[in-house]
């Protein structure tokens, strides 16, 4: 029997007594075992995972500004701190998606300095924002102009540098294929 080594081995083992001294062992699947989650290896579905992080990215950006621009005002007069507005979760996803697509790139030699750069800068803006990092004295229009400015980053980006390297990278995998 040959085993895949890429393939999970989900097997538990549940102890049952059938009888006050005795023990038996059996190997058994748990009845709601989660499904195992791996991470996409062909660049065409490793694509799609970072396309429709793209969307979502965009998506909140796009919600944030709006909650800037409607609660901000509103948040001020009453004392709210501008933490409140979720930036954090901006902070996390754009530092996740960005890792995973410079792994996968560089996995295609995709993944050139300039790219690589672009997406330290844009991690460095994304973590100095003011009411991220508790500066509750922030001001509401520095917080639209920063969310504006890496909504900016983050369109171009995609549309360019993103744009470039995924095609490099669709061609590499085309080239290995049979």
Same mark, same amino acid.
């Given at each position: 029997?040959?085993?895949?080594?890429?393939?999970?081995?989900?097997?538990?083992?549940?102890?049952?007594?059938?009888?006050?001294?005795?023990?038996?062992?059996?190997?058994?699947?748990?009845?709601?075992?989660?499904?195992?989650?791996?991470?996409?290896?062909?660049?065409?579905?490793?694509?799609?995972?970072?396309?429709?992080?793209?969307?979502?990215?965009?998506?909140?950006?796009?919600?944030?500004?709006?909650?800037?621009?409607?609660?901000?005002?509103?948040?001020?007069?009453?004392?709210?701190?501008?933490?409140?507005?979720?930036?954090?979760?901006?902070?996390?996803? &754009?530092?996740?998606?960005?890792? #995973?697509? =410079?792994?996968? /790139?560089? %996995?295609? *030699?995709?993944? @050139?300095?300039?790219?690589?750069?672009?997406?330290?800068?844009?991690?460095?803006?994304?973590?100095?924002?003011?009411?991220?990092?508790?500066?509750?004295?922030?001001?509401?229009?520095?917080? &639209?102009?920063?969310?504006?400015? #890496?909504? =900016?980053?983050? /369109?171009? %980006?995609? *549309?360019?540098? @993103?744009a470039i390297a995924y095609s490099r990278?669709?061609?590499?995998?085309?080239?290995?294929?049979?």
């Amino acid at each position: 029997m040959q085993l895949d080594a890429s393939a999970p081995a989900v097997s538990t083992i549940t102890l049952s007594r059938s009888s006050p001294n005795q023990t038996n062992l059996a190997a058994a699947n748990p009845p709601s075992a989660p499904p195992s989650r791996r991470w996409p290896r062909d660049w065409p579905s490793q694509q799609q995972l970072l396309e429709r992080q793209h969307g979502r990215l965009e998506d909140l950006l796009n919600s944030l500004i709006a909650e800037a621009r409607t609660m901000g005002p509103l948040a001020t007069a009453i004392g709210v701190p501008w933490d409140a507005l979720d930036c954090r979760r901006l902070q996390r996803a &754009l530092g996740l998606h960005l890792r #995973l697509e =410079e792994r996968w /790139l560089a %996995h295609w *030699d995709c993944l @050139d300095a300039g790219h690589r750069a672009s997406h330290r800068l844009a991690r460095t803006a994304a973590h100095r924002a003011g009411p991220c990092i508790g500066d509750s004295d922030a001001n509401p229009t520095s917080y &639209l102009k920063w969310l504006h400015g #890496l909504r =900016e980053w983050f /369109l171009v %980006h995609r *549309d360019g540098a @993103d744009a470039i390297a995924y095609s490099r990278a669709d061609h590499a995998y085309r080239q290995q294929q049979p």
